[in-house]
């Protein structure tokens, strides 16, 4: 399959889960003059919204760094990537399960924390074997990437799964630890030494 | 027409419904600590999102492989493109329907999953029209593909109707009986000899 | 701006559009062993997204009809554009609301039935002035249209106009009958001689 | 990053977020012949879906306007990009809140106005930033424009960021007023000398 099939469908999904994501943010109903009050209280469902936002975005910034040196998808990848959308369009429910009970402390924040950090994990798990299979069938990159490039591609991409998983652990303890973690990861892809362009190989 | 817009139209139904089935998900509200518990009773919401995903994936994949081969589009090949994007974009309704009623036994759950095969069937009886229109109306098609070729397509993109409709007597018998065969078309499909991207022919 | 730009816009706008719908369409709950009967109950849900789906397929296709032939956009014309998309993106609205007071009768559903009609006619009324300002603007125009040709679009194009304002007067006496002619005037541009791709002009 | 790839994927950001306004428009349920009456009442849902309208188009315009004479963007550009579509997605948010809250008047209407006034202005002063970047760094733009129409363009992007910001101080006293000055807003950039496509220089 054409590769620009295969990125202008993912990206519909990246655009679309991004754009979702603002269902989560609620309207108080009834509210009366308790709505700016009601409107703060309801704080975890804009850290949310803004967690999940940078996630999402930063996918599609990977995922291009990936693609774009992509000359043409097996079947392999076809199935590695729908495995990375699966775990993407998700995101939007996690979302919500983190905005209606971050604020109530205990065992229910903690699940959805868990929740939340899980689906980042498996997003992170699919997108590094991506790209390992991307790597190492070099039939299927163009030639422009030289093996420096790929090894220093291949440290970055691979080293959100470990951080991913770190914050399944953290979100037994701390809820929003867990969320600093994966909001600092995504701040950590877009800085130049991130990966997603480097520079002078580009 | 030309097929590269009746192809941009039709992968951003696909994105979307695919995308869209998130919302079927849902948040418990007012939990408590019972949260954990009542995500895992939801079980069926989890299951359904993942064959429906699936399925439409699959549907995208096989869309692609018919029509790039296709030189221009006429109005009935659109029209029956169109009836496949009518019951595509319904996936999530009956999804949602699975979610909710799957877990009750007896007589709702074995209604949801009729309705289920039913809707995925008719999807493949008008993914298999297509097909057939575009193969029998050789003018439509690109010079590339072989007689074999397309028979061997034939053979593959006409299995499915069949084996949806299968799915509906079973779902009168047993839902998730109904709904494992629906996955595992959708995992034969995705598999090299489901006709997808035969190999060499490509 | 180039007509790319605007089509792909567009094309977006009527795919999120026709795959909305289907949000439309309820799933009765907690209806245990009355879930058959509350699903058939609920037949002007079904009878909306068909209709509904029907209408902004043919607005996506009657729309590339005019586009295609459009070597530019000016500011006017993005103006009409963006006017047809309001109305477009507006559809699921009525859509709901024709599901869910149609099976009443009386008042509410003339009510839903009239404002039902009522977009559909803005729409046409749109689409209408779409057309007539490209074809009196040649400028815009890409050369191979006939004169021939420009008169027969007009002709089809502003038909659909005054059948829609058919259809609210109607609406006043007869929901049903109302979408019954919103949905034959769908089947008719669908038709070869409905205008969309003119045979032997194409 | 090729520039096609961050117009298609704000495109979709934009047609998104337009087309999920309609959500916002409630259906009133069980309302029996109160029908009409209660679709009266809630005219601030067909205000906000209107000037919300209005807003996307005109940013996805003026988008355009520069992502156009772009030759390449850098990584503080896609960051910048990013900045705005997280404001512009967010957009059917306050929608809703204002359409829920805009006929309460007091306290509750003004806070929806502020937060809807609050929204626009920060997606304002991005779609500033972004511009100001770009005609700053005159390496990723493309050699057509001149000195003159840069600053011309200059003038007209930052504009917004200050009457955005008058709309939050008028939504102190005043939902409707604020609400009418970014409709006021949009219109101008709309209108020919509102900097979109400025007719000799394009």
């Not at 804009?46 to 760094?65: E, K, P, Q, T």
């Not at 495995?83 to 109530?104: D, G, Q």
């Not at 074997?129 to 991409?157: G, M, P, Q």
């Amino acid at each position: 399959m054409r590769t620009n099939r295969l990125e202008a469908f993912s990206d519909g999904v990246f655009a679309i889960a991004i754009t979702l994501l603002v269902l989560e943010i609620r309207v108080p109903e009834g509210a009366g003059d308790r709505l700016a009050h009601e409107l703060a209280q309801q704080w975890p469902s804009y850290l949310a919204y803004l967690v999940s936002f940078l996630v999402i975005a930063i996918i599609w910034m990977n995922h291009h760094a990936v693609v774009d040196h992509l000359r043409e998808a097996d079947r392999p990848l076809l199935a590695l990537n729908l495995f990375l959308l699966l775990w993407t369009s998700l995101i939007p429910w996690p979302t919500r399960l983190v905005a209606e009970y971050m604020r109530e402390g205990g065992d229910p924040e903690r699940v959805a924390a868990l929740i939340y950090a899980g689906t980042m994990t498996m997003m992170g798990v699919a997108f590094g074997l991506l790209w390992r299979y991307a790597s190492r069938h070099r039939d299927l990159l163009s030639v422009e990437l030289s093996e420096a490039e790929i090894a220093r591609r291949t440290r970055r991409f691979t080293i959100g799964s470990p951080i991913y998983g770190l914050s399944i652990v953290v979100a037994l303890f701390s809820a929003p630890a867990s969320l600093a973690i994966i909001a600092a990861l995504a701040v950590y892809y877009a800085l130049p030494q991130g990966g997603m362009m480097p520079g002078p190989a580009r």
